[in-house]
């Protein structure tokens, strides 16, 4: 659609999309990346000093760097006429833009979609809100506020401390149903010639990931328990303290594993147990065994009995802490891992997209953009298309 298009190929599949980014913290950058990695030209619009998530502190201050690459950067003061005019003429000759500013705040400075659709009828419009249309859309929302009301604290918590999850899960996957809706509007436009809104809502989102524990509830007539206390389906399926202190989960979910497991760590005393032949006995007497489990386990070494689980293809998992991912040998050697020069001029570690298309993994292509790195590139093209 845009004579502004990178003219660099990429052989990636959303080469020649051009993408208008007015978002901050996570969850429509996060759209906006995941456009850029499959190849979409992304023009982040930031205010006069740089998006202030640049500069967050504590556990916020790996968000502009994971969120972010890819991208093009402008800094544009949309509080003056000046600056919505040069964003009007940016998004006249766009195919997408992304916002998740407070409701009403686009459609009060003049870039919202009933505005901007008559201006570019092919647009694609994509809000992050924290709530779709409804009782609830405005208010504001952030991720911990969706995972206290969307059920997902709680099931996460021991039971009277609801307790939220350890990422911004809401925002990303926001940021990823976002995209989604971009796709499908772009395979629509090529049949209609028309563009639409897209909204993405954090509260939603969280209800979809709750969702099997509503069924569940629908189904049984019983409130699901939260994840601490719940009921499980298999009687092996936790984390034992090993020698040294050391954790592992380890699973056994059928009679297979179950005497597999029993031959690995020595135990026949267990096999021999006539009560624990089948899934169903053992769940019906879980705490009991998975303290008998326990006694024998804190004998065995993590790395000997790892690989022993490992050679017999039953399923495990040491507790890793993020920092550890850093040099996780898999990761490397996947190629998910890789690095990206940053916007300060150093070199850090990012992850990739978990998909590959083809053979290929989605690439860092570009450093990390300064504030308004591409202000003067993106605005002088402007103007000479509109000679």
Request: hydrophobic share 40%.
């Amino acid at each position: 659609m845009s004579d502004l298009n990178q003219n660099t190929s990429t052989g990636l599949p959303l080469e020649g999309i051009r993408v208008i980014e007015f978002s901050h913290m996570v969850m429509g950058p996060t759209c906006g990346m995941i456009l850029a990695d499959l190849g979409a030209e992304v023009i982040k619009i930031e205010p006069p000093g740089g998006e202030k998530t640049r500069d967050l502190p504590g556990l916020g201050i790996g968000f502009f760097r994971s969120f972010n690459r890819n991208k093009k950067s402008v800094v544009l003061d949309t509080n003056t006429p000046e600056g919505v005019e040069t964003a009007r003429a940016l998004i006249s000759q766009c195919d997408v833009v992304i916002e998740n500013f407070r409701p009403g705040r686009m459609d009060a400075i003049g870039l919202g979609y009933a505005s901007l659709s008559e201006l570019n009828p092919g647009l694609i419009y994509v809000s992050h809100k924290g709530f779709l249309p409804g009782p609830y859309d405005k208010r504001l929302a952030l991720d911990e506020v969706v995972q206290m009301m969307g059920g997902l604290a709680y099931m996460t918590g021991p039971e009277g401390r609801p307790l939220r999850a350890g990422a911004s899960v809401n925002d990303i996957m926001g940021g990823m149903f976002g995209a989604i809706g971009v796709l499908a509007s772009l395979q629509e436009r090529r049949r209609t010639g028309r563009g639409q809104e897209v909204q993405s809502a954090l509260f939603e989102n969280c209800v979809f990931l709750s969702s099997q524990h509503m069924q569940q509830y629908l189904m049984t007539g019983e409130a699901a328990p939260p994840m601490p206390s719940r009921v499980s389906a298999w009687s092996v399926y936790d984390v034992f303290t090993l020698a040294h202190g050391e954790q592992l989960f380890i699973a056994a979910v059928s009679d297979k594993q179950w005497c597999i497991l029993c031959e690995l760590i020595e135990a026949p005393e267990l096999l021999a147990d006539e009560t624990l032949g089948t899934n169903a006995q053992r769940v019906e007497v879980r705490p009991a065994l998975l303290a008998r489990l326990g006694e024998i386990l804190k004998h065995h070494e993590v790395a000997e009995l790892s690989a022993k689980l490992e050679a017999a293809g039953l399923p495990y998992a040491p507790i890793v802490r993020p920092d550890q991912l850093v040099n996780d040998p898999h990761l490397k050697a996947s190629g998910g891992l890789v690095p990206m020069m940053t916007d300060t001029g150093e070199e850090t570690s990012v992850t990739l997209l978990p998909l590959m298309l083809g053979q290929r993994r989605l690439q860092v292509r570009r450093p990390l953009p300064k504030a308004g790195e591409h202000t003067e590139e993106v605005l002088a093209a402007l103007k000479a298309t509109n000679r």
